[in-house]
C-alpha cells in the first residue's frame, strides 16, 4: 500500500511537472485540444493521465521510418506529424497507451552511413513533455525482455502515396500491392517467414512478423483510423513522410515543434565557441552548396553577387564578422571566393570548405546542429532559398523574438522563384509563417 501511495503522489507531480512545461510552451492558460477534434469529449490534452501509467506496462509501441535520402531537418518535420498522430491515438477512451519510438537518424549531407540516437542531438526530456517517446534501442531491450526470441516487430504497415486517386482530394487509407522502392533503407524482403530490411544498421539482428501495404492521402486523422485497429504490441509506420500535415500552424504543432530543444552538450559548446570567436556583432550565413550545385542550380547563387549581398548587409548593419555555415565540399574552388570578404569569416571547427579540419569531439551531424545554433543567434541572419536547414534557423530564431528584418534575408538565387524578392542587391523570403511562442526561447 505505501508503494501504491508513493506511485501515486509521484505520478500526480510527474503530471504537475509537465503540465507547466506545456503552458510555458504554448503561452495558454492551458492544454489546447488538437483543432481537428469534434469534442473535448473525444480527445485528449497533450498531458493526459496515460502519461502516469506504470511505465510500459499494456502499451503499445508504434515505430516509423523515413526516406533515408532525406535530410536531418525534414526527419524533425516528419517527428511533428508523428506527434500529431500520437495525440489522435491516446485519448481518453483508447483502451491502450501507446509509445512512440524514435527511429535512429542518417544523414546522407553528412557523408557518412552511421545511425545516431536522438539525444545525442535533442533534449529527450523535452520530447517527453509532450509525447510518450523511447530510443530505438530502449525498446529493442524491452522487447526482448518482453518477448524472447520474437521478430523485433510485429507489423509493418508500408505507406505508399497514392498516385491513382481519381476526384482531387479524398483523404484515405486503404490496404494495396507492396511496390518498394529500391533505395538503401526503403526496400524489404521476405526470408524465412520474417520480413527483412536494414532496420536502421540492425538488419541483422531485426525483423517484422507481419507486412502489409497501404495507399495514403491525407494526414494523422486518417492514418490513425488505422492503426488504432491493430491488434498486435508493435507497429512500424514505413515511409512515415508519406503521411501529410494536417494541423500546419496550429498550437499542437507548435508546441511539438518548440519541444524539440537541442541537447544541453551541444547548446553549451555552440555558447563557449561564441564567447570565444563571436564576440563582436556578426552576420550568421547559411550558404547550401553540395547536391544543390547539380539539383538545384537555379537556387544557388553567383559567388561574386553572394559576396556583394553579404558585404551590404554586413556595412547596413554595422557588422564586425561572418560566420559561414555550408556543406561546401574542400575542393569547391567558388567557395573560396568567400575569402575576398572584408571583415573576418569565422567556421565552426569540423565544417568543410575553408575550415576543412575535423573535429575530434562531435560527430557530423552534431556539428551541422552547432552550425545551425551559431546561425539562430547571429545578429543578423542570410540563408539560402528552398533549404530546410534555413527553414529551422528562421524558425528558431523566431522562438527567440528577434526582429523579422533580421530573419528572412536570403542568399538571391540565379533565377528568382515565387518565394523570394529582391531589393537592391538583398533578397527576402516572402515566407512568413509566424510560429505561436509563449516566452522567448534561451539565448546563448
Not at 496515460?50 to 532525406?70: I, P, Q
Not at 517527428?79 to 546522407?108: E, I, S
Not at 529527450?124 to 522487447?143: C, G, H, K, P, S
Amino acid at each position: 500500500k505505501r508503494s501504491n501511495g508513493r506511485r501515486k503522489r509521484e505520478t500526480k507531480m510527474l503530471l504537475l511537472l509537465r503540465t507547466a512545461v506545456l503552458l510555458a510552451l504554448l503561452g495558454h492558460s492551458r492544454a489546447r485540444i488538437p483543432e481537428s477534434c469534434s469534442s473535448e469529449a473525444n480527445c485528449v490534452e497533450l498531458t493526459s493521465d496515460h502519461y502516469g501509467k506504470d511505465a510500459y506496462v499494456g502499451r503499445k509501441y508504434l515505430l516509423y521510418t523515413v526516406n533515408m535520402g532525406e535530410g536531418f531537418n525534414l526527419a524533425r518535420d516528419i517527428y511533428v506529424r508523428m506527434g500529431q498522430l500520437m495525440q489522435f491515438l491516446n485519448t481518453k477512451q483508447a483502451p491502450h497507451t501507446w509509445t512512440l519510438v524514435l527511429p535512429p537518424f542518417a544523414n546522407p549531407h553528412w557523408h557518412e552511413w552511421r545511425f545516431y540516437p536522438w539525444s545525442d542531438f535533442f533534449d529527450v526530456a523535452q520530447l517527453q513533455t509532450l509525447v510518450d517517446v523511447i530510443e530505438f534501442e530502449q525498446y529493442l531491450e524491452l522487447r526482448q525482455e518482453e518477448r524472447p526470441g520474437l521478430p523485433a516487430i510485429d507489423q509493418v504497415y508500408h505507406l505508399q502515396h497514392d498516385m491513382d486517386s481519381v476526384g482531387g482530394w479524398n483523404p484515405h487509407m486503404t490496404e494495396a500491392e507492396c511496390a518498394f522502392r529500391k533505395y538503401p533503407g526503403m526496400s524489404y524482403r521476405l526470408e524465412d517467414g520474417e520480413w527483412r530490411g536494414t532496420f536502421w544498421g540492425r538488419g541483422d539482428s531485426v525483423s517484422a512478423a507481419n507486412m502489409t501495404c497501404f495507399k495514403v492521402m491525407g494526414g494523422p486523422e486518417e492514418v490513425s483510423k488505422v492503426v488504432k485497429e491493430f491488434s498486435g504490441q508493435s507497429l512500424l509506420l514505413a515511409s512515415a513522410e508519406t503521411m501529410l500535415h494536417s494541423q500546419y500552424g496550429t498550437d499542437i504543432f507548435w508546441a511539438l515543434r518548440r519541444s524539440q530543444v537541442f541537447s544541453k552538450l551541444l547548446r553549451e559548446e555552440a555558447r563557449r565557441f561564441k564567447q570565444q570567436h563571436l564576440s563582436m556583432p556578426y552576420l550568421g550565413v547559411h550558404m547550401r552548396r553540395s547536391d544543390f550545385l547539380q539539383s538545384r542550380h537555379n537556387d544557388v547563387p553567383e559567388m561574386t553577387k553572394a559576396i556583394k549581398q553579404i558585404e551590404d548587409l554586413v556595412t547596413q548593419h554595422q557588422l564586425q564578422a561572418v560566420f559561414i555555415a555550408s556543406d561546401a565540399r574542400a575542393d569547391d574552388k567558388e567557395f573560396l571566393q568567400l575569402t575576398k570578404l572584408s571583415v573576418p569569416i569565422i567556421r565552426y571547427p569540423g565544417g568543410r570548405g575553408l575550415a576543412n579540419d575535423a573535429s575530434e569531439t562531435f560527430s557530423p551531424g552534431q556539428v551541422a546542429v552547432i552550425d545551425q545554433l551559431l546561425c539562430v543567434h547571429a545578429d543578423v541572419f542570410l540563408g539560402s532559398a528552398e533549404s530546410t536547414f534555413t527553414g529551422r534557423i528562421r524558425e528558431e530564431r523566431r522562438f527567440l523574438q528577434l526582429p523579422e528584418t533580421s530573419n528572412r534575408n536570403s542568399l538571391c538565387p540565379r533565377k528568382l522563384g515565387e518565394d523570394i524578392e529582391q531589393d537592391g542587391s538583398n533578397c527576402v523570403s516572402r515566407n512568413n509563417w509566424p510560429p505561436k511562442v509563449g516566452p522567448p526561447a534561451e539565448r546563448l
